[in-house]
């Protein structure tokens, strides 16, 4: 089935009231709208003309309405993005505490079922998120009972994030409360794993004079703690914008972040093609990434945030076009505790050496995680 994805058109209220009238007499359509066909079907046309107009590409840019146009002019489905910010106020569900988007009003007609219509929305509207300034995640949320639908939420990346609130009235039935964050960004447990960005170069340098003031340092960065405390601001500053989300581009820091906003550790990820130039530690073969700077404070250990950190590096890493082969990384032959945790991820040794440290042998053991 061939359709169109775009956004409604101010003058197209009739259309948004026919989809929305159709889909509140869809059998599930009390488990997944707020409002009935009874009610819906009562408002004025100046109600649609309003809801149309708002949603529509001319509109102030808080909401986007985005439907899929059959070559005949028929739609076939829609999907609405709210933009939600913490000073907002609320419309349904918990208080934003990001800036993010709120996925509503999600319907595909039936004969368009499997078609891949819902996908196409659904990737339309997420697209438009992040191009939103400081969207920090969308979310959306999914009734109880909907098993259909949380399906198909899962197998897009959506995850419940713990959250949930009863459904409007007295029935005792809830809706959860599903996730998806930007690229590069994941969770695990209450940790937030994402890239920083460029304004954060303080917090950059807190957290590497913190990684080089830990016991086996000597063993595993470059520099040493009163080397980095002596380098200006402006070097931090490059350092963050050139690993940041909205800068950055062949180089990408990611950090746990805690409920509380602190870092409680970080990874740091290198793009290295031969025809770059670019060639961090040794001559650069094939195109890969290389893993530097991995550091979780003492107190967050345990927590399995290296794993983590390492998961989103290698994410990032297989996103990158043209295609990375390998991701690899060097630990010191004397860092038992380092090449353990990178065994246990995946990572294999590959019988390279290197001399990072530039203490005058290659005592660095080059370990590698191939694209399966």
């Known amino acids: 089935m061939s359709f169109e994805i775009r956004p409604v058109r101010a003058d197209e209220w009739e259309q948004v009231r026919e989809l929305r009238l159709a889909a509140l007499l869809d059998p599930v359509a009390h488990l997944a709208f707020l409002e009935t066909h009874e009610d819906a079907v009562t408002r004025s046309d100046d109600f649609w003309r309003e809801r149309t107009a708002a949603g529509a590409a001319t509109g102030d840019g808080r909401v986007r309405q985005f439907v899929a146009e059959a070559p005949d002019g028929r739609w076939l ?12 106020e609320v419309r349904f569900g918990e ?23 819902v996908d196409a929305l659904f990737r339309a509207a997420v697209d438009w998120s992040w191009t939103v300034d400081g969207i920090r995640r969308v979310r959306l949320y999914v009734h109880e009972e909907n098993a259909r639908a949380a399906a198909f939420y899962r197998r897009y990346g959506f995850a419940a994030s713990g959250e949930r609130v009863p459904m409007p ?65 402006s070097f931090w500053q490059e350092r963050a914008e050139g690993g940041s ?69 290698a994410g990032w890493s297989w996103s990158q076009e043209p295609p990375l082969s390998r991701v690899r990384l ?40 191939r694209r399966s």
């Open 95 to 117: 208080p934003a505490k990001v800036d993010q988007t709120h996925l509503v009003g999600v319907y595909v007609r039936p004969e368009a079922r499997g078609t891949g219509v």
């Open 330 to 369: 060097f630990v010191h032959e004397e860092n038992g505790r380092a090449a353990a945790a990178y065994r246990r991820f995946g990572f294999v040794p590959t019988g390279g050496r290197a001399d990072t440290l530039k203490s005058g042998a290659p005592r660095d053991v080059e370990h590698e995680l």
């Open 77 to 88: 489905g829609s999907v609405t993005a709210l933009v939600e910010r913490p000073s907002d």
């Open 245 to 313: 989300e909205d800068r950055g581009t062949w180089i990408r820091q990611f950090v746990a972040e805690a409920p509380d906003g602190s870092w409680a550790g970080t990874a740091t990820v290198l793009v290295e093609r031969p025809e770059d130039g670019r060639a961090i530690f040794g001559e650069v073969t094939e195109a890969q990434a290389t893993v530097v700077g991995v550091y979780v404070r003492p107190e967050a250990r345990g927590a399995g945030l290296v794993d983590a950190l390492l998961r989103v590096a």
């Open 169 to 233: 009235g007295d029935s005792g039935a809830y809706e959860d409360e599903y996730e998806l964050l930007p690229p590069g960004n994941a969770r695990n447990g209450e940790y937030l794993l994402r890239p920083v960005r460029s304004a954060e170069w303080d917090r950059v340098r807190e957290l590497r004079l913190a990684a080089l003031r830990d016991p086996v340092a000597s063993l595993a960065f470059v520099e040493s703690y009163e080397e980095a405390e002596a380098l200006p601001d």
